[in-house]
């Protein structure tokens, strides 16, 4: 059976983060669930194309809402700026899409001084979660759904040097390393969510071989992606059957049907045994809140 954007289910009185909503699957995801009568936040980096994306998709006239908040997960005080004013002002947070990623860039680093990929793809998304934990506990069946990558069974997460400054800075190691690490903190999070009997799950998904913006870096890729890869529309489906099928549970992770999950239509699919170790999941869920200052206490307790 395929899943489309024709069996998303009604989102109305909804509400939604999605990071890194103004181009690509994050902005095909929040124009799909303002569509479907959501009230979706654009959280953006940048606040021209954050605010012309909102626009766009306002101008269609969804059943929704649409409206944009500056956030930029390469700096944690963002990230803090971000979910005090979210948490300040709403009661409740449905979906909490962490979307937003960088793919193999020149070496780079965050405003924290962390590795940009391990920085803004995993910690800066550990950040947010936690900060908003308040809100999402609050809300009866909220999600957070986590986008990770196939690339993920490439990588390895190395404690000793998670920035790349003993080994030197090789870009699709880092990459395969922070998908690895969106793994592992979704299966931990659910951990704990089990462990408080919380009404919260937490879920993962890949886009395949989409192509959008965040593959500008990597110039064969985008040279081939008029071949091979899937429109961004198509690219987003996992992500939204994650965040609103009815049969999802906790700790599931959506992609492609097809050929190594590079294209088709979302299923469950499989992980790395990596992915799966608790050990390490453990270990960066540690080593997470040391670096961002942003513990948990527990989710029955708010994160500091």
């Keep these: 059976m395929r899943w489309t954007y024709d069996d998303i289910p009604a989102q109305t009185d909804r509400t939604a983060i999605v990071t890194g909503a103004n181009t690509g699957i994050g902005y095909e995801t929040a124009r799909a669930l303002a569509h479907k009568g959501a009230r979706v936040i654009l959280a ?10 909102t626009a766009r998709i306002a101008a269609e006239h969804p ?8 956030l930029d997960l390469a700096d944690l005080a963002s990230v ?33 001084g962390f590795e940009l990929q391990f920085g803004v793809n995993h910690l800066g998304h550990f950040a ?14 909220a999600r957070v759904v986590t986008v990770s990558s196939g690339a993920h069974r490439m990588g390895a997460v190395t404690f000793d040097d998670l920035h790349f400054r003993r080994r030197g800075y090789r870009p699709w190691p880092a990459y395969g390393q922070s998908k690895l ?16 009997g919380l009404d919260v799950i937490a879920v993962a998904a890949h886009p395949g071989w989409t192509g959008t913006d965040l593959q500008r870096h990597v110039w064969y890729v985008s040279a081939l992606n008029r071949v091979f890869a899937m429109s961004p529309e198509q690219g987003a489906l996992p992500t939204l059957r994650a965040a609103t099928a009815s049969d999802v549970r906790g700790g599931d992770y959506y992609g ?3 050929f190594r ?17 608790a050990d390490d999941a453990a270990r960066l869920w540690q080593v997470s809140e040391e670096l961002t200052g942003v513990r948990y206490l527990g989710t029955a307790g708010a994160a500091v």
């Design 44 to 53: 953006c980096r940048s606040r021209a194309k954050g605010e012309a994306a």
């Design 63 to 70: 059943r929704g809402s649409v409206a944009f908040a500056a």
């Design 80 to 112: 803090r700026a971000f979910a005090e004013e979210f948490t300040g002002t709403h009661e409740r947070l449905d979906l909490l899409i962490n979307n937003a990623g960088v793919m193999v860039p020149p070496e780079s680093a965050t405003k924290q």
């Design 128 to 141: 947010l979660t936690g900060l908003l934990l308040p809100v999402l506990r609050a809300t009866p069946g």
């Design 181 to 196: 690490a969106n793994l592992l903190f979704t299966f931990e999070l659910q951990r704990l969510f089990d462990a408080e």
């Design 256 to 258: 492609p049907h097809g």
């Design 261 to 277: 999950e590079l294209r088709g239509y979302p299923v469950r699919v499989g992980t790395s045994d990596a992915a799966r170790n």
